[in-house]
């Protein structure tokens, strides 16, 4: 679950606003009832806002990330608020999931220190720009922590398996997606598509009910979502009350805001996501890739024949691509970079969150190439150089940062062992109301 704002028409983050508070965009409930529940705010007991977004550890590390979910958990930190009471932020490196594929534990294991010095260079955790404070902003440092690191999550995940049907699991769109993977001609499966579905892991089936435990945990009541994991949200949801019926209330409602993904494509093949399990190294940027690799990537990268300059990421997917991922690091130049920079939310409109509907992103883009036209910025080399200043600008302080925090694994222990300690000790206290209320509490 990860989270995104920031663009070249806002220069400020603006009022924030849920899911439901937006006509144009539909939301995770399949009936009338459960729109207006997902945009309700939780009824009965009064809960301390808290937003979480979790992001896995593998694959880290290239553009795509950066103005995907690191931008949004920037954005959300930088913010001012002038309640006495601001939000909690938690901000998780979810191993437990990275594990429901397999993978190779040494890489793993650097992995994840690649994913927490990102985060640290890009601004996000303790002691960074962006939560700070002074004498004029309220604001408590976000909890930067490992899933793995806190083994509430994988305890309240099994209280939680115990609520949730078998059936409902099988019904998630991931899983089906996984199953069609196995079974590509339906019924009569041959010998070779039974033993695929056989290899498909209990881990994967039952991992949305463990991002309902992580979301839980922390009595989470805003979560920043893609629209790919509302269906995720509405089963943490429906387990809440499922738990709150059954036992008492102990958890929110969390409420799921859906955030506009900044989609990054690959530079080789534009059909795809920018991956960097791809095999081709130049199919993506990397924030530790210098200036002059940048440039070579950027020049090698699939545009068309066409030789004007239109967004039309159906048809001209390679250019779009480009004019978006142009759009995306001009429109977050200078924002996000401490508290000076951060704009301050009036206490009436904290619970909100910016959401861009898609025909305000087709006018903005074309807006874009209207611009660029005027400025006489018209073929794909042209367009190419000016995408690679802006990626290499924006990247230039991240990637210095990286490299220094990378090389100091002494910081990053301390980093990690503080994000533990903080979560442990919200997640202590949860559990124990959990115990406590299910009958397995101490004796």
């Known amino acids: 679950m990860s989270m995104n704002t920031q663009n070249l028409l806002r220069p400020s983050l603006g009022p924030l606003r849920?899911?439901?508070?937006?006509?144009?965009?539909?939301?995770?409930?399949?009936?009338?009832?459960?729109?207006?529940?997902?945009?309700?705010?939780?009824?009965?007991?009064?809960?301390?806002?808290?937003?979480?977004?979790?992001?896995?550890?593998?694959?880290?590390?290239?553009?795509?990330?950066?103005?995907?979910?690191?931008?949004?958990?920037?954005?959300?930190?930088s913010r001012s608020y002038t309640s006495p009471n601001p939000p909690r932020i938690l901000y998780s490196i979810v191993g437990l999931h990275a594990i429901t594929l397999p993978?190779?534990?040494?890489?793993?294991?650097?992995?994840?220190?690649?994913?927490?010095?990102?985060?640290?260079?890009?601004?996000?955790?303790?002691?960074?720009?962006?939560?700070?404070?002074?004498?004029?902003?309220?604001?408590?440092?976000?909890?930067?922590?490992?899933?793995?690191?806190?083994?509430?999550?994988?305890?309240?995940?099994?209280?939680?398996?115990?609520?949730?049907?078998?059936?409902?699991?099988?019904?998630?769109?991931?899983?089906?997606?996984?199953?069609?993977?196995?079974?590509?001609?339906?019924?009569?499966?041959?010998?070779?598509?039974?033993?695929?579905?056989?290899?498909?892991?209990?881990?994967?089936?039952a991992y949305?009910?463990?991002?309902?435990?992580?979301?839980?945990?922390?009595?989470?009541?805003?979560?920043p979502v893609g629209e790919d994991q509302q269906q995720h949200l509405e089963l943490a949801r429906d387990i809440a009350q499922t738990f709150n019926h059954r036992f008492g209330e102990v958890f929110p409602l969390p409420r799921h805001v859906i955030t506009p993904s900044k989609r990054v494509l690959s530079l080789t093949d534009p059909s795809q996501k920018m991956s960097k399990s791809a095999p081709n190294p130049n199919s993506r940027i990397l924030i530790t890739d210098p200036p002059e690799v940048i440039v070579k990537k950027i020049r090698g990268a699939v545009t068309d024949s066409e030789r004007t300059l239109t967004w039309d990421p159906e048809e001209r997917r390679g250019v779009s691509n480009l004019l978006r991922i142009l759009d995306a690091c001009q429109g977050l130049q200078g924002q996000g970079q401490g508290v000076d920079a951060a704009p301050t939310v009036?206490?009436?409109?904290?619970?909100?969150?910016?959401?861009?509907?898609?025909?305000?992103?087709?006018?903005?883009?074309?807006?874009?190439?209207?611009?660029?036209?005027?400025?006489?910025?018209?073929?794909?080399?042209?367009?190419?150089?000016?995408?690679?200043?802006?990626?290499?600008?924006?990247?230039?302080?991240?990637?210095?940062?990286?490299?220094?925090?990378?090389?100091?694994?002494?910081y990053l222990s301390s980093v990690a062992q503080e994000g533990r300690e903080r979560a442990r000790e919200v997640a202590g206290r949860t559990m124990g109301e959990v115990r406590r209320k299910v009958g397995l509490s101490s004796i």
């Not at 089906?176 to 209990?202: D, H, M, W």
């Open 346 to 410: 009036p206490a009436d409109q904290e619970q909100d969150l910016a959401n861009e509907t898609p025909d305000d992103h087709t006018i903005r883009m074309s807006n874009l190439t209207s611009r660029l036209s005027a400025e006489g910025i018209s073929s794909h080399a042209q367009l190419k150089s000016l995408v690679s200043e802006s990626i290499i600008e924006k990247l230039r302080g991240i990637r210095e940062e990286y490299l220094k925090v990378r090389g100091d694994e002494a």
């Open 103 to 205: 993978q190779d534990p040494k890489k793993l294991r650097e992995e994840r220190k690649d994913a927490l010095a990102c985060l640290l260079a890009c601004g996000l955790g303790p002691g960074s720009k962006s939560a700070g404070s002074s004498s004029s902003v309220r604001r408590e440092e976000p909890i930067l922590f490992f899933q793995e690191d806190v083994p509430e999550h994988a305890e309240l995940a099994w209280y939680l398996n115990t609520l949730v049907g078998v059936g409902r699991l099988q019904r998630m769109t991931t899983w089906k997606s996984k199953l069609s993977i196995a079974r590509p001609n339906g019924q009569g499966l041959t010998a070779a598509e039974e033993e695929a579905e056989e290899s498909l892991k209990l881990g994967l089936l």
């Open 18 to 77: 849920t899911a439901g508070q937006h006509s144009k965009r539909r939301t995770i409930c399949s009936t009338s009832s459960r729109r207006q529940a997902a945009a309700a705010p939780p009824k009965g007991k009064r809960y301390r806002e808290t937003v979480f977004s979790g992001i896995q550890p593998t694959g880290f590390g290239q553009l795509g990330n950066y103005l995907g979910a690191i931008q949004n958990w920037i954005d959300l930190q």
């Open 208 to 223: 949305p009910v463990l991002q309902a435990a992580d979301v839980m945990l922390y009595k989470s009541t805003i979560i």
